[in-house]
């Protein structure tokens, strides 16, 4: 008996997620920040093609089973691809081809029943970027490395487990089961971090791999949330909160909904820690809901960005199942 499974990570640049002096060619549209990718992949190299992520991690792999039911042999199969850069001046408009360095494979880990295959894929843009550093000419003109690594272990018995154990710090990685269907998302986007460090020894293709800090994805519900949140007749504030800085505090007053735009936000009732959420997540909506008076603290885990806006603005009727749903996630009711 064979079975395959497969495993892809999309990374994509989100809106505002350059900060420094690069991000003068972002707001100038020099060059571009990216829509998200589907929530579903039906045609990898159509969505290359469409200039929809920056580059793919495709993780397949197959194994081999005997009458026995013993694993008999195996192998990957799958690889990396990279999008280009388009450049645009004026009327002017130029695509360079970015440069894809070779998928790092392991050799496939073999277990009681199971095999485990580990790859990384990444590259780094055709548009060289300044970066200070401490020696002469004190600049260096280099753009730094992307990457994701994947793993994924197959079970003699057919079942199949997938991961993300390994990401450069930007940009924003999305990982999508077998069936192409989005399941995670790399919490946190950090551009300076991975500009000042993410080159030579400090890759993949040195001696070092970061690992990925990943969040389960929004419900539907979030997601349309967020789109009204978002787009609405009031424009969202967008505040920066540090590591370890409390969005909002058990008791106090407050009728805001905040949607987490990067980063990682822990919720805390009476001192004790319930869940953790990544990007997309929508909180605070029970103030709202239940007398204006926040019922749990949010604390930002990593450094964070959200947006927010007042709850009244949002649809009634969808933040009562919201709310729902995340009192059966603090009680481990499923």
């Known amino acids: ?112 029943g199971w095999v485990r295959f580990t790859q990384t894929v990444g590259g780094r843009t055709s548009l060289p970027a300044p970066r200070p550093v401490r020696h002469r000419p004190y600049v260096q003109w280099q753009a730094p490395l992307v990457w994701t690594t994947l793993s994924l272990t197959l079970h003699a018995d057919g079942r199949a487990e997938s991961a993300m154990t390994g990401a450069s710090r930007f940009p924003r990685h999305w990982l999508y089961d077998a069936a192409g269907r989005l399941t995670h998302k790399s919490g946190l986007t950090d551009y300076s971090n991975w500009m000042a460090k993410s080159f030579g020894p400090h890759t993949p293709w040195g001696d070092q791999d970061s690992e990925a800090l990943v969040t389960a994805v929004e419900t539907a519900l979030e997601h349309s949330l967020s789109v009204q949140l978002m787009h609405g007749s009031a ?68 450094p964070c960005r959200v947006a927010s806006v007042e709850a009244a603005q949002l649809d009634q009727q969808a933040l009562v199942e919201l709310s729902a749903g995340h009192r059966r996630e603090e009680t481990g009711q499923h």
């Open 1 to 112: 008996m064979r079975y395959e499974s497969s495993v892809t990570s999309l990374s994509w640049i989100p809106s505002e997620a350059v900060t420094g002096s690069t991000r003068v060619a972002f707001d100038a549209g020099f060059t571009h920040y990216d829509d998200p990718p589907p929530a579903q992949i039906d045609d990898l190299e159509a969505l290359r093609s469409a200039d929809r992520f920056r580059f793919a991690n495709a993780l397949r792999a197959w194994i081999e089973v005997d009458d026995a039911g013993q694993i008999s042999g195996s192998g990957y199969s799958g690889g990396g691809l990279i999008g280009d850069t388009t450049i645009r001046l004026g009327g002017l408009r130029h695509v360079f081809q970015n440069a894809l360095l070779p998928d790092l494979r392991r050799e496939p880990e073999l277990g009681d």
């Open 235 to 302: 424009r969202p504030r967008i505040d920066q909160v540090a590591a370890g800085s409390a969005l909002v505090s058990q008791g106090d007053s407050g009728s805001e909904i905040y949607l987490v735009l990067d980063g990682v936000v822990r919720v805390e009732h009476d001192g004790e820690w319930f869940a953790e959420y990544g990007p997309g997540a929508l909180l605070g909506e029970r103030a709202h809901l239940e007398g204006g008076v926040r019922t749990s603290t949010l604390v930002a885990v990593t």
